[in-house]
T-cell receptor, first 112, second 114 residues
Framework: QQPVQSPQAVILREGEDAVINCSSS?????VHWYRQKHGEAPVFLMI?????EQKGHEKISASFNEKKQQSSLYLTASQLSYSGTYFC?????????????FGPGTSLSVIP | NAGVTQTPKFRVLKTGQSMTLLCAQD?????MYWYRQDPGMGLRLIHY???????AKGEVPDGYNVSRLKKQNFLLGLESAAPSQTSVYFC?????????????FGAGSRLTVL
């Protein structure tokens, strides 16, 4: 039931781009993206509700492919402040979309 | 406006002891959640509540109990703590609007069971 995230970890130099993927074996109602800095609580980035929906937050954007049951998070022109662990959270149709189940996370490190 | 407050922030227990973690939110949110976070495992849902007086099991409910007697509070209890329950526990709350169930997290409670 837990979504799968890839890659597990990625190291970028400032200004480089990255893509983090999230996929589920179950039909999805929504996909959430959160970022967690070391020793802090996860912070909401964005939520995608409809298949094909794309959203953006500064230079971070995401897409949701409902048919493929997957979402991707795009980080462009990365900054040092983007470092952290990124989690996708999923709500599934079969569980009446009140439970948010998270993936194992992707550790992103941006270096100068 | 404090958001989601968890107490205590740190606790050390001996195997077999019991304790309760308190989560309080002041945003009038309907839904509340307890997650545990372990290295490489992400955030795993323990129990959740969709309203006062209701609770439901998540992915890893064994060894834990919860209560939601008041809308603003969600308590997580460990009746007989085990070393496998050493973890960081996060509480979250949400108020679904227009189908969007965005979670607000507390700062976390670090529990060590010896």
């Amino acid at each position: 039931q837990q979504p799968v995230q890839s890659p597990q970890a990625v190291i970028l130099r400032e200004g480089e781009d990255a893509v983090i993927n999230c996929s589920s074996s179950k039909a999805l109602y929504s996909v959430h993206w959160y970022r967690q800095k070391h020793g802090e609580a996860p912070v909401f980035l964005m939520i995608l509700l409809k298949g094909g929906e794309q959203k953006g937050h500064e230079k971070i954007s995401a897409s949701f492919n409902e048919k493929k049951q997957q979402s991707s998070l795009y980080l462009t022109a990365s900054q040092l402040s983007y470092s952290g662990t990124y989690f996708c959270g999923t709500e599934m149709w079969e569980t009446s979309y009140d439970k948010v189940i998270f993936g194992p996370g992707t550790s992103l490190s941006v270096i100068p | 406006n404090a958001g989601v407050t968890q107490t205590p922030k740190f606790r050390v227990l001996k195997t077999g002891q019991s304790m309760t973690l308190l989560c309080a939110q002041d945003m009038n949110h309907e839904y509340m959640y307890w997650y545990r976070q372990d290295p490489g495992m992400g955030l795993r849902l323990i129990h959740y509540s969709v309203g006062e007086g209701t609770t439901a099991k998540g992915e890893v409910p064994d060894g834990y109990n919860v209560s939601r007697l008041k809308k603003q509070n969600f308590l997580l209890g460990l009746e007989s703590a085990a070393p496998s329950q050493t973890s960081v526990y996060f509480c979250a709350s949400s108020y679904p609007t227009s189908g969007a169930n965005v979670l607000t997290f507390g700062a976390g409670s670090r529990l060590t069971v010896l």
